[in-house]
T-cell receptor, first 116, second 109 residues
Framework: NAGVMQNPRHLVRRRGQEARLRCSPM?????VYWYRQLPEEGLKFMVY????????ESGMPKERFSAEFPKEGPSILRIQQVVRGDSAAYFC??????????????FGEGSRLTVL | KNEVEQSPQNLTAQEGEFITINCSYS?????LHWLQQHPGGGIVSLFM???GKKKHGRLIATINIQEKHSSLHITASHPRDSAVYIC???????????FGTGTSLTVIP
């Protein structure tokens, strides 16, 4: 019963390149959340997705960032034309329930992006 | 202003001490999580609470819904408890989670 799987664990990119971070939720979970953690800061919400739908992307920058959660395969957070300020740990979490139920949240190990 | 405030930000304790970390929130919630993050590591959910109190080993979590406050207690602290402890709340409307900035705990042998 694998937990939330994120890859890559570490990613190094040069300014201007693209970064793709993947998240496979726990089996049976159809809700995925992406969070960013800057050095010495707390977790910041970026985007919440259900299968094939973006539910809330209010925390995600309008430019260069995009997220998807296709019917088949992992959720992907894509950062185009990366800049040094994008260097951070990106965590994915998944839950089974949503709406009015208290969805327990499970986190991946995080993907640490370093932009040179 | 953050929706979730934690105190203290940093805490150093001697091994064996009783530790309390506090969390206050300003929004209506359906659940509150206490999370643990070790340096360079992933995030583990310790508790999910919607009322009352939960205990797991040396860890105890309480929540007072009326006062919008939760506490995480660690009894007989140990150096392996050294980590960042994060409080997170799930809104009662929508599916958003809000996070505190965390409490960095160091337990000295």
């Amino acid at each position: 019963n694998a937990g939330v799987m994120q890859n890559p664990r570490h990613l190094v990119r040069r300014r201007g390149q693209e970064a793709r971070l993947r998240c496979s939720p726990m089996k049976g979970h159809s809700h995925v959340y992406w969070y960013r953690q800057l050095p010495e800061e707390g977790l910041k919400f970026m985007v919440y997705l259900q299968k094939e739908n973006i539910i809330d992307e209010s925390g995600m920058p309008k430019e260069r960032f995009s997220a998807e959660f296709p019917k088949e395969g992992p959720s992907i957070l894509r950062i185009q034309q990366v800049v040094r300020g994008d260097s951070a740990a990106y965590f994915c979490a998944s839950s089974r329930n949503a709406g009015t139920s208290t969805g327990e949240l499970f986190f991946g190990e995080g993907s640490r992006l370093t932009v040179l | 202003k953050n929706e979730v405030e934690q105190s203290p930000q940093n805490l150093t304790a001697q091994e064996g001490e009783f530790i309390t970390i506090n969390c206050s929130y300003s929004v209506g919630i359906s659940a509150l999580h206490w999370l643990q993050q070790h340096p360079g590591g992933g995030i583990v959910s310790l508790f999910m609470l919607s009322s009352g109190k939960k205990k797991h080993g040396r860890l105890i979590a309480t929540i007072n819904i009326q006062e919008k406050h939760s506490s995480l207690h660690i009894t007989a602290s140990h150096p392996r408890d050294s980590a960042v402890y994060i409080c997170a709340v799930k809104r009662d409307t929508g599916n958003q989670f809000y996070f505190g900035t965390g409490t960095s705990l160091t337990v000295i042998p």
